[in-house]
């Protein structure tokens, strides 16, 4: 049981005049609110234009040979996707959004520890967004490495890759700040008498990304810089014709990068624990071993990364021992679903719009995860790697995913934000033709990745076609059900009707406030007294 | 430390500290000369696993902080070497 908070009569967050006006009152803002919206629009943006970047290659692949593009721009364009897609959107997605705005108010906290430090990393976020978008448009044309600018090509392409890869160190300053800035908050800003074990289970996992945000990011940091340098000075690090070791790129790169996909997953798993005792007003089942799964997931996760190079030419050992913790990470990661839907047995189980994103995360998740198993074994690996088998596995993991599990916390925390209700009719039809969508688009992907489809690759055989075109098709469906879902949360949040403080009955400290929520949270500390999911 | 207690460490400890971490870089230096096959990657990251305890302990003030942050910072250095031994089992078997 908590007891907060707020009257009725706190101006909300949103029409708090403070010492700016019109626009400034925005791009000025210290309130950890009002910059969780402005990483809240910007990262949408970059969405809908990777989203867009995304249909493109799909309508070129919808036959063979060239289509709608030529090679190189399809190179060019499924970089960019990605650029866009992992290092401004779903790396920063959730954390920054939704961390930023709840992480104070579920701990109890007015603010987050250092809130113009908050506000430097948003500007540092868009400085390199600003970064990654010019470098599609500069003299020497868009990269043309992927995502993972694997060397020794990356040293070599005359493509703009070192405006790409400076782009990405600086988006790197603005997670490992924020991950610091929450690490703080949750030691030094927790409400009086919430310890970590009645903390919610949302900032545990926030707790848990952040610290991969921290430790992580330097390293991919000064991979970076080694190939600027390796392009500039010429000097040896990673390109075999100057005495370098591309593994070792490789070795470097992914030592972030998968812990990467952590930083993507672990908070849509806070969310999703946040969602389901809400909407099945049931306590969560195994409230210890969710949290501590979230610090074994970051933990066993750092030691993973060899999963990606088993075709590189690395050693047998370390082959054999990638592959072994490979297995271990996926108990963690099972620890949170059966928990999951322990917690929905005997519930009542309330089908609204959050709940239908928090279930298609775990269907979707658990296809990724369980087809992340075929890739972590070296055999299966061998014969899938660099198909379009492995696009679907990770586009199931990240979209399926952290994309969804997005989606349901914007729906789920929503009238809390705006305090305005969506309509739930069209929010149920988009996620509909969403869920019908995301999966014509990427499943068939496993199938054709298993008939030897390489990842990738601008023109295909024509056997491959049938499931290009079912892909295709679920794209141009995907896109439509995201255009719905959007309209219907800008309706929403323009004309909606007032949402009152708890619409969902929830029992966590945002419920407990306003909605939206005054400018520094709480009129005095919460008193927390019991565990956060006090249902029955 | 407590929450919001401070400590003030002496001049004396932080200059003796000082001086450490600059003979060690002097060593660091002097060890590049000699060609001690792999073992010259290990002593570098001895040494520079050494300057590391030292810059945290004294000049970061772990040494007074609670048990938790020193667990919290010494799993950071585990799992550091943990990245460090699984890369070169690679190396190492290649």
Known sequence: MI????????????????????????????????????YLYAISTFFVIGAILGLLMRLELISPGQTIMTAQTYNGIFTVHGIMMIFMVVIPGLSAIFGNFFLPILIGAKDVAFPRLNLFSWYIFITGSILA?????????PPDTGWTFYAPYSTATGTNVIFAT????????SSILTGLNFIVTIHRMRAPKMKFFSMPLFPWSIYATAWIQVLATPIIAITLLMLIAERLFKIGFFDPAYGGDPIL??????????????????????????????????KVYGYKAIAMSSLAIAGVGYLVWGHHMFTSGMSETARWVFSLLTFIVAIPSAVKVFNWLATMYKGSIDLKPPLLYALSFIFLFSIGGLTGLVLGSLATNIQVHDTSFVV???????????????????HYWFPKIYGRMYNFRRANIAWGILFVGFNLLYFPLFIIGMQGMPRRYYDYLPQFQTGHVISTIGGII???????????LVLGARKGAKAPANPWNGSTLEWQIVSPPPQENFDEDPLIKNNPYDYE | MSENATHITEYKTLGIVLVTLLFFT???????????????????????????FLVVTYFMHIKYESLLLKILVGMVFFLFALILVITFIDYAYR
């Not at chain 1, 925005?26 to 309130?31: K, Q, S, V």
């Not at chain 1, 978008?133 to 044309?141: E, H, K, P, Y």
């Not at chain 1, 400076?166 to 300053?173: D, E, I, N």
């Not at chain 1, 995907?478 to 219907?488: E, P, V, W």
Request: hydrophobic share 55%; charged share 10%; with cysteine.
């Open chain 1, 133 to 141: 978008v010019l470098s599609q448009f500069l003299r020497s044309g």
């Open chain 1, 166 to 173: 400076t782009a990405a160190f600086v988006l790197g300053f």
């Open chain 1, 392 to 410: 679907a596995h990770f586009h199931y993991i990240v979209f399926g995913g952290m994309g969804f599990g997005f989606f349901a916390a914007l």
């Open chain 1, 249 to 282: 790129f490789q070795h470097m790169f992914w030592i972030y990068s998968h812990p990467a996909v952590y930083i993507m997953i672990l908070p849509a798993m806070g969310v999703i624990t946040e969602i389901i005792p809400t909407f099945c007003q049931r």
């Open chain 1, 478 to 488: 995907l896109i439509i059900g995201l255009f719905l879902m959007i309209r219907n």
């Open chain 2, 26 to 52: 002097l060593i660091t230096i002097v060890v590049t000369s000699f060609d001690l096959a792999v073992w010259n990657v290990v002593l570098a990251l001895v040494i520079a696993g050494t300057k590391g």
């Open chain 1, 3 to 38: 007891n907060a908070t707020t009257t009725m009569e706190s101006v909300s967050y949103l029409d708090h005049k403070g010492k700016y006006k019109g626009i400034f009152a925005w791009i000025f803002a210290t309130d950890h609110k009002r910059i969780a919206l402005l």
